[in-house]
Nanobody, 119 residues
Framework: QVQLVESGGGLVQAGGSLRLSCAAS????????MGWFRQAPGKDREFVAA????????YYADSVKGRFTISRDNAKNTVYLQMNSLKPEDSAVYSC????????????WGQGTQVTVDS
């Protein structure tokens, strides 16, 4: 119902910055909240950040608070993740997802974009 495509991943040095984008299409009017998740090899997928689509309320994992900033451009149906002061432990495949109803699971997922932080 909602298609998500991530972009902006790449290789950066520790301490560097990167901005990820997630473009949504389809039934975008149904989106309540957009979130960013990441998964490293051999580890579970973990929550990174989220933003409500209409109000712009943000949520962050403690591990990225103060370093990452999530934002959205509703007119472009796009959510961004600005990542600063990157650490090697931030290396993972980053995916975006949408949630239709508060308290319900995320429903649609993108393919993901690789972020690698070199020490």
């Amino acid at each position: 119902q909602v298609q998500l495509v991530e972009s902006g991943g790449g290789l950066v040095q520790a301490g560097g910055s990167l901005r990820l984008s997630c473009a949504a299409s389809g039934r975008t009017f149904s989106i309540y909240q957009m979130g960013w998740f990441r998964q490293a090899p051999g580890k579970d997928r973990e929550f990174v950040a989220a933003i409500t689509w209409s109000g712009g309320i943000t949520y962050y994992a403690d591990s990225v608070k103060g370093r990452f900033t999530i934002s959205r451009d509703n007119a472009k149906n796009t959510v961004y993740l600005q990542m600063n002061s990157l650490k090697p432990e931030d290396s993972a495949v980053y995916s975006c997802a949408d949630k239709r109803t508060p308290g319900r699971p995320y429903e649609d997922w993108g393919q993901g974009t690789q972020v690698t932080v070199d020490s």
